[in-house]
């Protein structure tokens, strides 16, 4: 799923070529991203779009030559004056007159065509390792592609992205240029060079007159940096070297990059809140994690421990649905900044199958949806004074701080209640090297930066994390977990003792005594619709084998009731606050694998059969591991399950007694504890 997509799109027709575009936010200012050589369209600024979207509007449109633009025959359509035509029909037909240009490679090509043919529609003017020859004439004498399109293709990326760990990039790339021919290459990579020679290219760097950005990495291989030099001092520019970045620095330090763009377009005024260091009570922003209703229920319990702790203390949550449902009947602060984040939940839902989401490859695709995430965050403590960070599985924060640690300005509380991410079996080796060398980033990360957490917190115990490796060739996961990792105990939200009374609680809660109460529950998202109807189905059958069976199924904030079709005596319900009190008092729950609300029902000692999503890594290998260590269980294989096994499951355990072993009830105070400290 895309992190932002079009307000609006369509096509402008040149002399027969359609040119594909799209255009993204609304201001009095306007971004123009020109596209790049035609191997590639224009989801390949992906990591900007939704970031200058907030600020400005945005436009793009794909090359000539792939995405959903026309492929022309012949290099006479794609010599650079054609790309800069195509940039002007595009800001006529959306009816912009000025606009500042961001261009890549050999798109610096039109830029300079653009800039210096339209003054007038040209603000200012940033290159990305520009492909510009000043000097020797460039003959166009690489055609590999011609041979071997994706022997080509695999060396050429392989080259745009000298950086380690740049796997997910890579196979953007790859699957865009895909969209293109080997043809299309030849016409436009001789096409690239009609009408412009060095001499001629000198002859239009002097006659562009709006400010000039040039940013270039170190180990740009395609355009080495004394071509971006050369581009600069010719266009009276400021040049940005990025050490260790490579060709695309838009892609693999989009950080940086938007930042540097940002302040140079500016498409947004600073507005710092000057610090009070008098009498000003402390602030904490809190990232929630919305993969999951569980981390709001034990983030809010860690929040009411930290006010217990500091009186004066203001919370601020950065979240979004479903978290922020709980948040709202808690009466927290959401900072308003929240209604920009793009929607993880939505993207999770978009990936899922059939009682399947492979989260791995999930939260891969979530590369652009981080990112923008991240950028809000940013801009939040950039704008505003905290003195502390807590982040819950805030992946997207944790990665891009490491990533740029000179962004950090107040202490930072790192949670988490899994480390390690794990191959399924049927990913083959791939997977397991992909795995791997994610891991293997982290733990860089840590060794690189061990002070940007200020404090790691595992919650649940040493014992609770997994005995694998992190990979081939990798430490242990718990081995290092314990040396990186402080450990809070597990944390409910609630203490079991305060339903020790079941049958008060039942009575409060409309359940009979005589009743058999089997709650059905999915959590946060709209994955579990299947199970749901499959749970649905067994009813009969599990009726007449407990005849006093009353099922009650939660849909939860992502799964309309509506949709699901149930037969008398099943009673459907939506999101349901406090739902743990539900689960605290029935006969029997049925669930997915979700570590949340299996260790609710074994905190609440009651009988639950789980269902773990396939290829879900955590429900299959981190959440059964540590189930096994209370003793808590079974989980059942979905595919195995027809409504007929399910019913009998559901008599078999309705009356079953639990022998779980008792989970902590001080997890939120310990984790309160050890975050207090930075206040």
């Not at 838009?250 to 009498?279: A, C, I, M």
């Not at 479903?322 to 900072?335: F, K």
């Not at 081939?472 to 081995?479: D, E, T, V």
């Not at 305060?498 to 709650?519: N, S, V």
Request: with cysteine; proline share 7%; aromatic share 10%.
């Amino acid at each position: 799923m895309r992190a932002r997509y079009p307000d609006a799109d369509g096509f402008v027709d040149r002399n027969g070529t359609k040119i594909a575009y799209e255009v993204f936010g609304e201001g009095d200012r306007t971004l123009l991203i020109l596209p790049t050589w035609s191997i590639v369209h224009s989801r390949y600024w992906k990591l900007q779009v939704p970031y200058f979207a907030r600020y400005a509007r945005v436009i793009t449109f794909d090359p000539r030559g792939n995405g959903r633009s026309d492929r022309p025959e012949g290099p006479e359509a794609y010599a650079p004056a054609e790309f800069a035509a195509d940039a002007i029909a595009v800001l006529d037909t959306v009816g912009v007159a000025r606009a500042s240009v961001l261009s890549l490679s050999v798109a610096a090509r039109a830029a300079i065509t653009l800039a210096a043919g339209h003054p007038d529609r040209v603000e200012a003017l940033a290159f990305l390792g520009p492909f510009v020859k000043l000097e020797e004439p460039d003959e166009a004498r690489s055609r590999g592609w011609e041979q071997d399109f994706e022997g080509f293709l695999e060396a050429f990326f392989t080259i745009n992205f000298p950086e380690p760990h740049s796997s997910k990039v890579f196979e953007d790339a790859m699957t865009w240029a895909h969209e293109t021919t080997p043809q299309v290459l030849t016409d436009s990579r001789i096409g690239g060079t009609i009408g412009f020679d060095p001499a001629h290219a000198r002859e239009l760097c002097a006659q562009i007159r709006c400010p000039v950005l040039v940013i270039e990495g170190s180990d740009d291989m395609v355009t080495p940096p004394p071509m971006a030099r050369a581009l600069a001092e010719a266009t009276r520019g400021r040049l940005v070297l990025l050490e260790g970045t490579g060709h695309s620095p838009h892609t693999r330090e989009p950080v940086k990059t938007n930042l540097l763009l940002r302040d140079f377009f500016g498409l947004r005024p600073l507005s710092v809140e000057p610090r009070r260091w008098n009498r000003r009570p402390k602030r904490a922003i809190f990232v929630s994690s919305p993969i999951g209703l569980g981390h709001a229920q034990r983030d809010v319990a860690i929040a009411d421990e930290l006010r217990a702790r500091h009186q004066d203390l203001e919370i601020d949550w950065l979240a979004q649905a479903p978290v922020t449902q709980v948040l709202e009947a808690r009466g927290e602060r959401i900072h308003p900044g929240s209604r920009f984040l793009a929607s993880e939940v939505d993207h999770i839902d978009s990936e899922s199958g059939e009682h399947d989401l492979h989260v791995f490859q999930t939260w891969r695709n979530m590369d652009e949806i981080m990112l923008a995430n991240f950028m809000v965050f940013h801009d939040i403590v950039e704008s505003e004074h905290y003195d502390l960070w807590i982040g819950d599985e805030a992946w997207e924060l944790d990665h891009f701080l490491h990533e740029n640690p000179e962004l950090k300005r107040a202490p930072f509380v790192w949670l988490t209640d899994f480390v390690g991410w794990l191959p399924m079996p049927d990913g083959g080796e791939r997977e397991a090297r992909l795995t791997a060398d994610y891991n293997a980033e982290m733990i860089e990360h840590i060794d690189r930066y061990p002070r940007l957490r200020d404090r790691s917190i595992f919650v649940g115990r040493p014992e609770d994390v997994v005995p694998d490796a992190f990979g081939a060739g990798l430490p242990s996961i718990r081995a290092w977990t314990e040396q990186h990792y402080d450990f809070s105990g597990y944390v409910t939200g609630f203490d079991p003792a305060a339903f020790a009374d079941r049958a008060a609680l039942r009575a409060e809660l409309g359940y009979a005594p005589d009743e058999k109460i089997c709650l059905v529950t999915v959590g946060g998202s709209g994955v579990g619709a299947h199970l749901l109807r499959r749970v649905i189905a067994s009813y009969a059958e599990a009726k007449r084998s407990v005849a006093a069976l009353r099922m009650i199924v939660v849909a939860g904030p992502r799964i309309d009731p509506t949709s699901l079709e149930a037969p008398d005596g099943v009673e459907l319900r939506a999101f349901v606050p406090g739902l743990y009190r539900h689960l605290a008092a029935c006969d029997l729950a049925v669930v997915q694998g979700g570590l949340t609300t299996c260790m609710e029902l074994t905190a609440n000692r009651r009988p639950f059969l789980s269902f773990p999503l396939r290829h879900h890594f955590e429900q299959n290998f981190h959440v059964p591991h540590r189930l096994t260590r209370y003793r808590a269980g079974p989980a059942l294989d979905f595919d195995a399950s027809p409504p007929e096994l399910i019913a009998h499951a559901i008599a078999v355990e309705i009356d079953r007694t639990p022998d779980y072993l008792p989970v902590e009830t001080d997890g939120a105070a310990r984790a309160a504890a050890m975050i207090a400290e930075f206040l």
